[in-house]
């Protein structure tokens, strides 16, 4: 039995096949921070997973249930910070790409210690602009969807050319994201970040950021076509995943940042918000 | 045991976890049009496959053992038609999008009763112009891979719309392929098919009707851009993929074709060449 494996909320070493996840990735996923039994900002979560589900016509499976089901048996100590990725998958199906009428869809979950505290902010980041470029593809933009060879393809340049992260853009040349991450430029007081219209992940911290975290420090957000160029006169460059949290970007190429004030204000009102959302 | 399903060449109900097919659509599969034990134009799965794996950096595993130990373990009568999909995934892993660095990939066959019998030449289709639009992904485009959301998405199109086939342009706006086949319209003497540089699947029977059925009639071939408009004025349209052979469309939205000696005598040279290629 693989350890933090669970098939519609059993424990489990495998998934039962046909399932149009793995045949086509005609699913979602969401990668959740723990801690102990607790994930934070579920609602977020949820609520993506229910946008990405009603676009793509697949039912929700009770997949709450699951997820309390499977973190019980996990049965981490309260202070263990986890990683978890929930997926929801179409299910089984006829052969072909046409959808099945009823579909029962399927939930996998795997769960594993996370890969740092997300208490600590993680060292600035070394970056540069990928040489792949991401599709517009506006009937999926957003959705955190199955269908993700372009984020492989962008992690393997990344790990080829050395840096910590590359920085995307899609191909009419804008930027869009991290390979992990969601992306923010601070320019003056105004907090902005590409929009997500036709290519892209709607990340659950993105959505935080520009919600709460930004207005709450008196920062005005900008959600806006950003060219490449932008990077260079930004007053401060930063990432966002649900994981890391916000990781400020310390070099893009040739352009260096100090650490900037409002960056640690910002990672010290996520932290903040992290534990009371944690309860 | 679910029948006719096949890891690493061994009977199995299911896909072991963790798997990058699974997990981000890391992989390529073919549908191989089988009868017997014989696999046809074997060597055209293999070429497309083999410029996949290499492309997204995934070692070959031993396929071809996997499949022959697979065809010879569900052991069909000589004379059935199958339909075998086979695919290959980059294997387990770390979590994250960074490929492994030392991947073990695996393969996955399914097998089935054939939906048809490829000697029969089916119904002319009744087709329009779908309202999605496909991505243009150079890196990707002409590979098999397992990201196939946007095939799924105008399958449910051509469904709700009550179609035999829809025909996808890419977001530029030039005509792509059929949902699940590729495209040829005939003009005058030519053969012209959509350039595959920026979206869509390069298939085994495109490439069949491309090097050798067409020239063998004595057909012009041109690969280009297509745009819809080009539909209205070709004097015959057909689809193609490896389950139906060759398929000629009816009609277009309001536009209709009676059956045309062309199509015909490349369906009749189809049925020819498969029954010479499965020996």
Same mark, same amino acid.
């Given at each position: 039995?693989a350890?933090g494996? !669970?098939v519609?909320?059993?424990?489990a070493?495998s998934l039962?096949?046909?399932?149009?996840g793995f045949a086509?990735?005609d699913?979602l996923f969401?990668?959740l921070?723990?801690?102990g039994?607790?994930?934070?900002w579920?609602?977020?979560?949820?609520?993506?997973l229910?946008?990405?589900?009603? &676009?793509l016509?697949?039912?929700?499976?009770?997949?709450?249930?699951?997820?309390?089901?499977s973190?019980a048996?996990?049965?981490?100590?309260?202070e263990a910070?986890?990683?978890?990725?929930?997926?929801v998958?179409?299910?089984?199906?006829p052969?072909?790409?046409?959808p099945?009428a009823?579909?029962?869809?399927?939930?996998?979950?795997?769960i594993?210690?996370?890969p740092?505290?997300?208490?600590?902010a993680?060292?600035?980041?070394?970056?540069?602009?990928?040489?792949?470029?991401?599709?517009? &593809?506006?009937?999926?933009?957003?959705?955190?969807?199955l269908n993700?060879?372009?984020?492989?393809?962008a992690a393997r340049?990344c790990?080829?050319?050395g840096?910590?992260?590359?920085l995307?853009?899609d191909?009419?040349?804008w930027?869009?994201?991290?390979t992990?991450g969601?992306? !923010?430029?601070?320019?003056?007081?105004v907090?902005?970040?590409p929009?997500l219209?036709?290519?892209?992940?709607a990340?659950t911290?993105r959505?935080l950021?520009l919600d709460?975290?930004?207005?709450?420090l008196g920062?005005?957000v900008?959600?806006?076509a950003?060219?490449?160029g932008?990077?260079?006169?930004?007053d401060?460059?930063?990432?966002?995943n649900s994981?890391?949290?916000?990781?400020?970007?310390?070099?893009h190429e040739?352009? &260096?940042?100090?650490?900037?004030?409002?960056i640690?204000?910002?990672?010290?009102?996520y932290?903040?918000?992290?534990?009371?959302?944690?309860?």
């Open positions: 039995m350890p494996l !669970f519609d909320g059993r424990p070493a039962p096949l046909p399932d149009r086509y990735g699913g969401e990668t921070l723990v801690r039994v607790a994930p934070a579920l609602a977020l979560h949820a609520d993506r229910a946008t990405g589900l009603a &676009q016509g697949i039912p929700a499976p009770p997949w709450r249930e699951h997820l309390a089901a973190l048996a996990y049965d981490a100590p309260a910070w986890l990683t978890l990725r929930l997926t998958t179409r299910g089984g199906g052969r072909g790409y046409p099945p009823t579909p029962l869809p399927r939930t996998v979950i795997e594993a210690p996370a740092l505290d997300p208490l600590v993680p060292a600035p980041l070394r970056t540069a602009t990928a040489t792949l470029r991401w599709a517009q &593809q506006p009937a999926l933009a957003g959705l955190k969807h993700r060879l372009e984020q492989v393809l340049e790990r080829e050319r840096l910590d992260e590359l995307v853009c191909t009419a040349g930027l869009v994201a991290a992990r969601n992306l !923010f430029l601070l320019r003056g007081d907090l902005a970040t929009d219209a036709a290519c892209g992940i990340g911290r959505r950021v709460t975290l930004a207005p709450a920062l005005e900008e959600v806006a950003l060219a490449p932008a990077l260079a006169s930004a401060a460059v930063f990432c966002c994981l890391r949290g916000i990781v400020a970007v310390g070099r040739q352009r &260096q940042w100090r650490a900037h004030p409002v640690e204000r910002l990672q010290a009102a932290r903040e918000a992290l534990c009371a959302n944690l309860g």
